[in-house]
């Protein structure tokens, strides 16, 4: 029986296996459903300790060798979280340990407190927040799961990514906006309720925040793309710059870098001439902003030119969700 096979059977199991093997291909390479965003969002991270916001000059925490951008992790080696805390660990006039993150590493300095008619001081003046406004670039109706900005958010003295203890978006509008010229970035300015919440920040990362959407915004997902399919050419960005309305507007590609930095992997020029009048290109607060080509999702705004605001870099895509999972 086995010598009496039919070998008009054996193509249509090559045909199958073929037909299984692309199949497989095709779903490998699709990418993510994933509901671009466009619209903006109050932003508040809490820091790892305490954000030194101005050193007073003189004694005592300038003589000892404090600075501005020091985040204050630790008095005598308690964690120090709130302002209330650092007030507690300070109120005699024996010196006391202060250490402090800076630049990505930490230091001990020894600071003696003043002592002042209203009480101990150490001469800083310190907060546990950065709130600002910012785009979500994409909501993933499966899990929840969201990513914005596209780039991270930094310490006061803006040389490293801030050491995020929690965070949470609210809700925002665009109440006004700062139009970019050369050598002067743009800006948005947003309204936003700090008790009216929408999602969690989980992640700080140098592609961006990262966390769950709470009261997304519905929309149509589209597809992602892969690095490798995005090509120079008209492409379109999806922003919220009046209001809390998201519109499309057109730009250009004008280079793609896979292996780029800091959220430089594209080069883009804004060539929609309503955002030109508006906006004179690209804005702070538009960071985030997702960037479509040829209907799928391939990256986000993260940066504005100075010396040129109708253009800016983007990141794609495949590293913020490469963040996000990381």
């Given amino acids: 029986m086995r010598r009496n096979i039919s070998y008009k059977k054996i193509p249509a199991v090559l045909i ?4 299984a093997l692309a199949l497989s291909c095709q779903t490998a390479a699709a990418g993510r459903a994933l509901v671009p965003g466009g619209y ?3 932003i508040k991270l809490y820091a790892e300790g305490l954000m030194v916001t101005e050193v007073e000059s003189g004694p005592p925490a300038q003589q000892a060798g404090l600075r501005k951008g020091d985040i204050i992790i630790m008095v005598d080696g308690k964690k120090i979280d709130s302002a209330q805390a650092l007030l507690g660990r300070i109120q005699k006039s024996d010196p006391v340990v202060v250490r402090v993150e800076r630049g990505g590493r930490e230091a001990e300095f020894l600071v003696t407190p003043e002592k002042t008619p209203s009480g101990y001081r150490l001469g800083v003046l310190v907060r546990d927040h950065i709130a600002g406004i910012g785009t979500v670039t994409y909501y993933d109706p499966e899990d929840g799961s969201y990513g914005a900005l596209g780039h991270g958010v930094s310490s006061l003295d803006g040389t490293q990514l801030l ?9 925002s509008s665009v109440a006004e906006i700062r139009a970019g010229t050369r050598g002067t ?6 309204l936003f309720d700090v008790t009216d919440t929408v999602g969690t920040v989980d992640k700080n990362t140098s592609c961006g925040i990262f966390g769950t ?23 379109e960005i999806l922003s919220n710059v009046d209001g809390d309305q998201v ?6 590609i004008d280079r793609v ?5 800091n959220g430089r992997n594209l080069l883009i020029t804004v060539t929609d001439e309503a955002l030109l009048a508006k906006t004179g290109g690209i804005v702070q607060g538009m960071s985030g902003s997702p960037i479509l080509q040829n209907g799928r999702l391939i990256g986000a705004v993260t940066h504005v030119l100075v010396n040129s605001p109708t253009q800016g870099y983007g990141i794609l895509i495949d590293r913020m969700l490469q963040a996000a999972e990381g």
């Fill in 40 to 42: 903006t969002v109050g």
């Fill in 163 to 171: 050491m995020m203890q929690s965070g949470y978006l609210v809700r």
């Fill in 257 to 261: 870098d896979a292996d780029a930095k």
């Fill in 185 to 190: 970035p743009g800006e948005l300015h947003g």
């Fill in 16 to 19: 199958a296996l073929v037909l």
């Fill in 247 to 252: 519109q499309r507007f057109s730009i250009r």
């Fill in 213 to 235: 959407m709470t009261h997304p915004r519905q929309g149509q997902p589209v597809e992602t793309a892969p690095s490798e399919s995005v090509v120079t050419g008209p492409a």
